[in-house]
């Protein structure tokens, strides 16, 4: 009973942001509609690693979806509710599912999760420097959104060393986000799941 009010409450605030998120602009109008897609907001783990990073949850999927969108092979629309009840990443429910899918007129749901953005310092015996590690660890998943079928899931995973803060004030994935380590480190990686999403939504009839 608990899951189906939370499924009915959850179709109300789909539909109250289906027009203003349906479709990016620029989109081009004649892809076919079996390769349209939807990217929900990305869970966070941990959201204290991510403070310094401009609104992390909903710039990772925006920043694949313009990826996307300039290959101009299937229509992209994100969302910005996620696949969860939390901010953790939980196998989504099949008519959860379906109903976003109905939503955004979207065959495929790209759902994901920050699983680790942490810090790491090392200081050496007498205390007099210290080094930084950061990692960025992220969940993607790709769902059939008619079937609730996993088509894909894979962790994308890598840490740098150095200066690995951003600041909340460069925006994500902009230019100056994109100048500093860490935020290559992540822009890189978006290029890498930006491709998985594309090969795998293509690969299906």
């Known amino acids: 009973m608990v899951n189906r009010i939370a499924l009915i409450l959850l179709g109300v605030f789909f539909s109250a942001h289906s027009i203003a998120q349906m479709t990016d602009p620029g989109l081009p109008p004649n892809l076919p509609s079996n390769k349209a897609l939807v990217l929900t907001g990305f869970a966070v783990n941990k959201p204290v690693q991510v403070l310094d990073i401009d609104d992390a949850s909903q710039g990772f999927p925006k920043a694949i979806a313009r990826r996307l969108m300039r290959e101009r092979q299937v229509q992209v629309r994100t969302s910005p509710d996620l696949l969860s009840f939390d901010w953790q990443q939980d196998v989504p429910p099949v008519n959860l599912l379906q109903q976003l899918g109905r939503t955004y007129a979207s065959r495929y749901i790209v759902s994901g999760e920050i699983r680790n953005a942490g810090t790491k310092i090392d200081t050496n015996l007498f205390g007099l ?77």
């Open 129 to 205: 420097t210290q080094k930084r590690t950061r990692a960025i660890e992220l969940d993607v998943r790709i769902y059939d959104a008619s079937t609730g079928q996993l088509l894909a899931q894979q962790e994308f995973s890598n840490a740098v060393a150095g200066n690995v803060s951003i600041g909340r004030e460069h925006v994500f994935d902009g230019a100056a986000f994109n100048s500093t380590l860490y935020g290559k480190t992540i822009s890189d990686m978006l290029d890498q799941v930006a491709s998985l999403v594309s090969a795998t939504v293509m690969a299906q009839h």
